[in-house]
């Protein structure tokens, strides 16, 4: 009696500690899961750049890049001039875009089509995007989606580094002239060419400084085209007997037609067919004559 109680008592303390070493392991498996879930990392955003770039810039930390967006949004007929005034205006009108409008064109034929380039700083190409597709009551039952999106992204290091060793020695080069030029005992030949050149210097200059502008935007803002286009409906499913009679009708009045076209380009030779016909006849008939036994009449046809 007493064994088997002890047996049973062990038997107890078994599952007892099985238990808590299950409550154990699940706790466990929970602080992992939460763990990971914290620790994994937010999903990309729209225009996320691409791996590469991610890479020389962390190779780089210094390295200059320029990145240019093109977006194909279709949308209903009745939306895209709306769309194309709305998307205009917000570049234009709300400062908080920091946008430059480039250019934008709207074409009305038979389609609807617009094009719109702008460009905005890194962090508001997103918000520009969402208000483009943003919802329009002239959309009706259909709405603006993304048809293609592609992202192009440069190096512009070097280019950068070029036109600023440009601009310094064409600022130096003026500068040196202008101290030149201050000299009191310089002939008149001197003067003219000194300033000549000193005009010159100027040009090379302003024309450096103005690649260091482009240069500084393309480098700050994200360029961004955008192409409008109206959302084609899908051709109307007909039957199989429709498409039969279709290519039937088709056919008898392709067939009749060639028909027609050899009759009519046989009509100049039916006379001279006739003629070599009728000499064919007489011919043969002349021989039959000529063949036939003495004394027989060949009848008159």
Known sequence: MLRRFVVCLAALLLVSCGRSNDREMNVALRANSQAESMSTPPPPPAFAPPSDVVVTAARNPNALFSQQHNLTVTMPHDSVAARFERA?????????????????????????????????????????????????????AGKAEIASRSTTTQNETQSHADIDRQLAQAIAYRDSLEALAKRTTLTV????KIHTELQQAQEAVETAQASKRASDTKIALETVDITLEELTAP????????????????GLAASTADMLLRIVNALPWLPLIAIVWIALARLYRRTRQRSAPTGARWPDG
């Open 189 to 192: 030949d001197e003067v003219i």
């Open 88 to 140: 205009r205006n917000a570049c234009l009108k709300d400062v908080s875009l920091h946008c430059t409008l480039t250019s934008a064109s709207l074409n009305v034929n038979t389609t609807v089509g617009a094009e719109i380039q702008v460009a905005l700083p890194h962090d508001k190409v997103a918000v520009y995007e969402q208000r483009l597709l943003a919802r329009l009551p002239q959309d009706g």
């Open 235 to 250: 051709p109307v499913p007909t039957s199989p007997f429709a498409d039969f009679w279709k290519n039937a009708g088709d």
